[in-house]
């Protein structure tokens, strides 16, 4: 069975200081990984995803096949970056198409 | 608008009663996805469509849940017989053949009286 387990219900950290919101999956196989953000009163949108590898908003998350881990990491946060972030798994294979999310964290940046 | 859309918004409702909704997803995406969430849960998988065909359904998906998507474009989810548990927000994806991040909509947020 795959599983997303993300720790942190809630992390505060003060503007500039680095954040890191961690992931870590269960999955039997090659997955997929993505982080999705919701913002106050938005919908669910997609930060990014392991494959591309690409820095969307100064995030970055780097896929840690050995710890199994996704986690997310900015250097310096900014208070926009206030939000729900859930991680969620994608199975590699035929069919394997629904996503799997964690609980989510929620990010509160102070200024 | 060129996202997912999903109609209504907001549904309040009585134990007992159906309710239907739909999801319009991005034009040309083959797949559609439902999920639910609850209060300080990430989206739970219900179903996923690709094109016409319901293809996976979860064991979340009692016998009260119906899906379709007729003509391979938008959905309908309908709960028959509500249920106090059933208040959660219900949420829409698309997704095209070759990428598998999915795009939501809105949601539609149900309460059962």
């Known amino acids: 069975a795959q599983r997303v387990t993300q720790p942190e219900k809630l992390l505060s950290v003060f503007k500039g200081a680095p954040v890191e919101l961690k992931c870590n999956y269960s999955y039997s196989g090659s997955p997929e990984l993505f982080w999705y953000v919701q913002y106050s009163r938005q919908r669910l949108q997609l930060l990014l995803r392991h494959i591309s590898r690409e820095s969307i908003k100064g995030f970055t998350a780097d896929l840690n096949k050995g710890e199994t881990s996704f986690h997310l990491k900015k250097p310096f946060a900014q208070e926009e970056d206030s939000a729900m972030y859930y991680c969620a798994l994608s199975g590699n294979g035929a069919g394997s198409y629904q996503l799997t999310f964690g609980k989510g964290t929620k990010l509160s940046v102070i200024p | 608008d060129t996202g997912v859309s999903q109609d209504p918004r907001h549904k309040i409702t009585k134990r007992g009663q159906n309710v239907t909704f739909r999801c319009d997803p991005i034009s040309e995406h083959n797949r559609l996805y439902w999920y639910r969430q609850t209060l300080g849960q990430g989206p739970e998988f219900l179903t996923y469509f690709q094109n016409e065909a319901q293809l996976e359904k979860s064991r979340l998906l009692s016998n009260r849940f119906s899906a379709e998507r007729p003509k391979g474009s938008f959905s309908t989810l309908e709960i028959q017989r509500t249920e106090q548990g059933d208040s959660a927000m219900y949420l829409c994806?698309?997704?095209?053949?070759?990428?598998?991040?999915?795009?939501f909509g809105p949601g539609t947020r149900l309460t059962v009286l």
């Open positions: 994806a698309s997704s095209s053949r070759t990428r598998r991040e999915q795009f």
